[in-house]
Structures are given as structure tokens and as C-alpha cells.
């Protein structure tokens, strides 16, 4: 918000790649029904993640967990099977497919009509396609690992069943409906929930001829692609593209750096 007002009051400023590319990890958090108790409420929230499809296809499996009140916004149907769902709680076991979404310039942040910030955020064609696969499998691991029933937060009619009424719930119950999810899952909004926590890449770095918004020495560029004295950004927007998983560490690693260099005299 502070680079995108500066940049309307101040036309040197007014690089137009600032909230652009905007990178969301959106997720899609799964529910699975087990005979045994697992009792979701206990230990760390988001306390592990699974990589191995995070450079190809692109997407990662990460540990959810939270109170009742969360489950229940992800229960589809009506409030009676909410309720019922919800009933069993100490028995759902819960994680999410993370989507390693690509940069897109029409995927940014702006400011509204009152200056307040706005995200405008579509998957492209492709995302939506390995997003599906990743949902399908993390279904598959859901009922491997032993769950009698699956949850997708969706009233999408992902079984292709006749006579559908998107106010009336449908949970899976065989594994080979996994199929069916990879075809017909289309991420409507308003339709299925997704989550994001971790917004990035908005404010790339790099050089200025290849669209950056911020330098190597982490200053802003001017419109012509002059570094701003004094005027750094350090957070997750100077990512280029996804740091893959949650990008703590990467903040980390980079505020360190910065720091450092900042202490000793940034050239």
C-alpha cells in the first residue's frame, strides 16, 4: 500500500509492475472421517509439510489442524450435516494440497476506489489442472491412510450426480471417487474454499529492464530504473516467483542478509 499510494503522488515513483504477480499458495484443506481418535485439536498447528511434488507438479501437502468452529466453515451441506460432522470432530484427521501457483500480472494487489488494498487473484487454466491432481491424490492418501470418509469444502457436483442440490452435502466414501474429483473439481468461487496465507512476489527482485520493482541491494527502482536512496523493502514481495513452502525461513535468510549488509554500508 505504501509504494502503491507513493507511486500515485509522485510520478518517478510510478513503476507499474508494484503489486504485480502476485504469488497466494492457495490451499485446499481436507477432512478425513477415521474409526480411531485422533483428536485434531492437540499438538502444533501447520507443524509439517511434504515437498515431494513441489517442483513437479507443483504443489505440496502441508499438516492442517484447527478448532471445531474452522471445521464447520469447511463442511459443505446443510446445518444439520454440519452438525453431524462436527459431532465426530476428535475423529477427523485434517491436511491441505498447497498449490505452487505461477506469477501472472493480472494476479496483483491494488488500491480500491477509498485507497484501501484489494487483491485481484484468478488461477490460470493450468494451475486449476495441477491443483486438481494434487487434490485427487491427497484424497487417495486420505482413505490409504485409513479414513471411512473423505470431505472436499466444496458443493461443486464433483460425483456427477443427477438431480444435484448444492445445499445438501456429498462426502466421499471410496477411494476411486478420487477420479472424479480430478475431473470435476473446477475451484468456483463462492463454491470452494480455498485458503492462502502466504502472499509473495508482489514487489519482485531483480533488474530493472526485466520488470523488477526492487534491486539486488533490496532499493527501489525509480520509473526510469534508478535505485531510491534509503528506500528498501524487505519481506516476502521481493521473492521473483513461489519460495515453494511456507516462506518464513526465506524471510528469514533475506532480513539477515539485509541487515548485515545494511550494518556494514549497502554499496
Known amino acids: 500500500r505504501v509504494l502503491l499510494k507513493t507511486a500515485q503522488s509522485n510520478p518517478f515513483m510510478d513503476n507499474p509492475q508494484i503489486g504485480r504477480g502476485l504469488i497466494l499458495h492457495p490451499s485446499l484443506p481436507l477432512l478425513g472421517l477415521f474409526d480411531g481418535l485422533i483428536n485434531l485439536a492437540e499438538g502444533l ?82 494451475d486449476r489442472k495441477r491443483f486438481r491432481i494434487g487434490a485427487a491424490m491427497g484424497v487417495r492418501m486420505m482413505f490409504l491412510a485409513g479414513a471411512k470418509q473423505v470431505i472436499v469444502p466444496s458443493n461443486e457436483n464433483l460425483l456427477e450426480r443427477g438431480g444435484f442440490d448444492p445445499m445438501q452435502g456429498t462426502y466421499l466414501t471410496q477411494i476411486d471417487q478420487a477420479d472424479l474429483v480430478e475431473k470435476n473439481l473446477n475451484f468456483i468461487p463462492n463454491r470452494t474454499v480455498l485458503t492462502a496465507a502466504h502472499l509473495q512476489a508482489t514487489n519482485k527482485m531483480g533488474r530493472a529492464d526485466d520488470g523488477a520493482v526492487i534491486s539486488r541491494n533490496q532499493r527501489v527502482y525509480t520509473k526510469e530504473g534508478r535505485e531510491v536512496p534509503n528506500l528498501y523493502v524487505m519481506d516476502s514481495s521481493i521473492f521473483p516467483t513461489s519460495v515453494g513452502a511456507n516462506p518464513m525461513q526465506a524471510i528469514y535468510t533475506f532480513a539477515k542478509i539485509f541487515s548485515d549488509r545494511l550494518i556494514q554500508g549497502i554499496p
Request: proline share 5%; glycine share 10%; aromatic share 12%.
Open 45 to 126: 498447528d501447520s507443524s509439517v509439510y511434504a515437498d515431494s511434488f513441489g517442483a513437479v507438479p507443483g504443489f505440496i501437502f502441508e499438516a492442517m489442524s484447527g478448532l471445531p468452529a474452522y471445521g464447520s466453515l469447511l463442511v459443505p451441506g446443510s446445518g444439520k450435516q454440519v452438525y453431524e460432522q462436527m459431532t465426530r470432530f476428535n475423529n477427523y484427521a485434517g491436511f491441505g494440497c498447497m498449490l505452487v501457483d505461477t506469477p501472472s500480472e493480472n494476479n496483483r494487489v491494488i488500491l480500491d476506489s477509498s485507497g484501501n488494498t484489494a487483491i485481484e487473484y484468478k488461477l490460470s487454466e493450468s
